[in-house]
């Protein structure tokens, strides 16, 4: 072992010693969510909050940090104290960024330490009910007559959900206009006011629009029709076959993290997720809880980097589409 790698082992070590003589958490826990309220990641802070306050003791801070598909508030993590007292609760947008922001100031994965894989969630293709559109088929067909006259708005540039409207586009040989948002609530706002015709989200966050009437679901991205809509097709049934993806979300602390911390935070989330009331909750939301293994999430992070870093190379998806 090098001198350099002795000296990096005995201050992590130095680290661990003093985490562990102090009890944790000894103060109020940021939870960085790197988007604005209204959305999918934070509906699921604010549905942890209470019980990870029970649990640990001490208030759960929200820190709504939006701006760059969540770049913004995962750099802040990223230069926190690896104290166990800052945390950032993160959606797919985490694993695409590094492929379509120059110059990330951050490594998405070295920079951080894995909490927890917490859940996944299928999207719907969600249109305004004045639009004529009945199905996926006829915004395509409406795309072919006027290239680029027809937008879809997503809760971020970069996002899987952007991902997949160009990938629509790019496999039906059509030219969709995309509108990124810096979150999810400022696009519901836009798609209910009718200022965007179309839209791709989580279950989550359409479902309860399009249940009310408010919004017309046209199919959903996930492999299998959705619970919440049994009778709307998937993209790869109604005109794109063999396309499926899923969002996701997780929970990272800045590299370093004490493993004792790492572990403690971890049981504790997993603690909330099998709370009945709060799994009824994210089941009505659409989300399907997963809670893996800190290394597990870690491992999924490293290959969600690579999947969709090559279908952005593969079909010149930029942040500007």
């Not at 604005?36 to 934070?42: I, L, R, S």
């Not at 760059?68 to 800052?86: F, K, V, Y």
């Not at 990124?180 to 989580?202: E, S």
């Not at 971890?266 to 009945?276: G, I, N, Q, S, V």
């Amino acid at each position: 072992m090098s001198v350099l790698a002795r000296s990096v082992l005995a201050l992590t070590l130095l680290w661990c010693a003093q985490a562990l003589a102090q009890p944790w958490p000894s103060r109020p826990i940021r939870l960085i969510v790197p988007f604005p309220p209204g959305g999918t990641t934070d509906l699921i802070a604010r549905l942890a909050q209470p019980y990870l306050q029970q649990s640990l003791g001490v208030p759960i801070v929200i820190d709504n940090r939006g701006g760059a598909s969540g770049a913004i508030g995962a750099g802040l993590a990223a230069r926190s104290a690896p104290d166990g007292h800052t945390f950032l609760l993160v959606w797919d947008t985490h694993a695409v960024n590094p492929s379509v922001i120059p110059n990330l100031p951050y490594d998405p994965a070295k920079d951080f330490a894995p909490i927890m894989l917490i859940g996944i969630s299928g999207m719907v293709i969600a249109t305004h009910p004045a639009t004529p559109y009945r199905s996926l088929r006829d915004v395509i067909a409406a795309a072919r007559l006027k290239p680029g006259a027809i937008s879809y708005g997503t809760p971020g540039a970069g996002s899987i959900p952007h991902l997949v409207g160009a990938l629509i586009g790019n496999t039906t040989k059509t030219t969709l206009t995309h509108v990124g948002y810096k979150g999810g609530g400022p696009m519901v706002v836009d798609i209910l006011a009718g200022h965007v015709p179309t839209a791709i989200a989580t279950v989550a966050l359409l479902s309860p629009h399009v249940n009310a009437g408010r919004l017309r679901a046209l199919a959903v991205t996930s492999a299998r029709r959705a619970s919440q809509f049994p009778d709307v097709p998937t993209i790869s049934e109604d005109a794109v076959p063999g396309l499926a993806a899923d969002s996701w979300w997780g929970m990272l602390a800045p590299a370093n993290l004490p493993p004792p911390i790492v572990t403690r935070m971890h049981a504790e989330f997993a603690k909330a997720l099998r709370t009945p009331a709060l799994r009824e909750r994210w089941n009505q939301n659409g989300l399907v809880i997963v809670g893996s293994q800190p290394a597990d999430f870690g491992a999924f992070l490293v290959s969600e980097i690579a999947r969709w870093g090559k279908v952005v190379r593969d079909n010149g998806i930029t942040v500007g589409q």
